[in-house]
DNA sequence: ATAGTTGCAAAACCTTTGCAAACGG
DNA sequence: CCGTTTGCAAAGGTTTTGCAACTAT
């Protein structure tokens, strides 16, 4: 019984990095597989300790590191000057930054993706990575109440 | 005779921050209208240099800082750690990064804006900035040819 | 056995800040 | 004039690195 493409195992996870399985990095692998949100560093570290203390701040900063390049962890940064981390293997999808709160929601639109790759290839190129952040504010109660718009969200 | 939008003058851009004309802001501002590119903070005083060698670091960060809190310039972290700024008076566009040459690419779709704004709607938010950034490398010569794929591009 | 990995502490890197002197309006 | 702005140098926050000991394969 193999994993179909989520590397839901973390020893899983480091192997496909080609990385040897060492206690420090199978914490670190749990606690990406683990999140729900898109933990910097600091917070992967934090996490990673709690199943096991050793793990230290270089090994931490060192696998995420190695992770990111191989292509298995995304990285972002929506905040100024830290870098947020999260799993490959999900399906693709943007986020909706919520400026007040902080609140990372996450979206899909198979209608954006299309017209990436259009204006890409219009261009000569071929999209290897992208990132799309929506930075909002809650609305006002809005007047003109187009409920179906959800319609666009999720083809994935 | 007054600039209808763009403060293509140094001097009303720092007025419009609210700033006082100084000789180092005006070296600062000068490079940020002249700038074709997205210099970083560390480009942005060496240019400004060439104007006013008595510019420091901490002026150049700290007139960065305010013109972006102002929404005068905008900022993005193509690379990982390192701010970019570019005046926000120029028509809004995104970004197609070669990730072989480092070259950056502006490009709108009026399309995508569209989309953006009914997906944030729909979640009951309203955009208050955005970003979205492709990277991509030159594609192979291209077998399919879809050559009317510009049209979408320049609706802005 | 041995190449890869570790923690530690120091360094590197980008950005911010305290302060007294200098300056703009 | 008076509040703002300056340069300097030091501090801050995040990430990287050199090294000797340790460990997965």
Chains 1, 2 share one sequence.
Request: glycine share 4%.
């Amino acid at each position: 019984m193999n994993k179909p493409f989520q590397s839901s195992d973390g020893d899983d996870l480091l192997r496909d990095a080609g990385l040897r399985v060492t206690r420090q990095r199978q914490a670190i692998a749990q606690v990406l597989i683990e999140a729900e949100d898109h933990p910097n560093a600091e917070q992967v570290l934090a996490r990673a300790r709690e199943h096991d203390e050793s793990v230290s701040q270089a090994t931490a900063y060192r696998t995420l590191s190695v992770l990111s390049e191989k292509g298995l962890l995304h990285t972002h940064t929506f905040d100024k000057n830290v870098m947020r981390f999260e799993l490959a293997d999900r399906p693709h999808h943007d986020h909706l930054i919520d400026v007040e709160t902080g609140e990372i929601r996450e979206f899909v639109s198979a209608e954006i993706e299309r017209l990436q790759r259009k204006i890409a290839k219009a261009y000569g190129y071929e999209i290897v990575a992208h990132r799309l952040e929506l930075f909002c504010r809650k609305a006002a109660p809005d007047e003109t109440e187009e409920r179906q718009d959800t319609a666009d969200l999720s083809e994935s």
